[in-house]
Each structure stands twice: as C-alpha cells, then as structure tokens.
C-alpha cells in the first residue's frame, strides 16, 4: 500500500508564493512519474505539472514560467514551487504518483489534496 501525504497549501495574495510538498511512502520499489493536479469548484481536475523517474517536468501551460516541480528519489518527495500566483490558481492541489510496489504492480495513487487560495 502506497499513501502519498500533502502539505504547504493556504491562503496567499495575487503575486505571492507557495511550496508545495507531497511524500510517498509504502510499498515503493519505484516511482515512475509524480506530480500535481488541481481541481476548482465546478471545474474538472487538471494536470498542473509533472516530473519523470530522470528528472524531466512537464508542465501545463497555464503555469509555465510560473510553477517550478522537483523530486528527491532519495526521499520520496516531490515538491511544487508556486510563484506570481494568480487567483485562478485557486484550487485543491492533489499529489499524484505512479508507483511500482515491490510486488511489481504499478498503479496509480492520489494524496487527499490540499487547498489552495489565492485573493485579495
């Protein structure tokens, strides 16, 4: 079993930043893929940005410029450094992360999300 733990969300200013952090531990043989996804009321969840087993991101382009996404292997850890947030960046953030456990399955697993607010 793999539980993925967020935390660094809250209530900013337009202009400000964020970090957040997310933490995979379990049955981990490898992380594949992690990253981030959002969701805000009414609207369908999304991919926010994402970073590969070599270290590679990907991000939406939405956020670009903006977002910068890191993992630590060593620790399990991936980490999303939020800056020049806007308020439509308003949402629950949820940690997301293929993994395979050390039964050789790989499936995905969520976080339970953290919420994000960015007003005035």
């Known amino acids: 079993q793999v539980q993925l733990v967020e935390s660094g969300g809250g209530l900013v200013q337009p202009g400000g930043s964020l970090r957040l952090f997310c933490a995979a531990s379990g049955s981990i043989r490898r992380i594949n893929a992690i990253g981030w996804y959002r969701q805000a009321p009414g609207k369908q969840r999304e991919l926010v940005a994402t970073?590969?087993?070599?270290?590679?991101?990907n991000y939406a382009d939405s956020v670009k410029g903006r977002f910068t996404i890191s993992r630590d292997n060593a620790k399990n850890t991936v980490a999303l450094q939020m800056n020049s947030l806007k308020p439509e960046d308003t949402a629950v953030y949820y940690c997301?992360?293929?993994?395979?456990?050390?039964?050789?399955?790989?499936?995905?697993?969520w976080g339970q999300g953290t919420q994000v607010t960015v007003s005035s």
């Open positions: 997301y992360a293929e993994v395979t456990d050390w039964s050789t399955r790989t499936r995905g697993s």
């Open positions: 970073i590969n087993s070599g270290g590679s991101p």
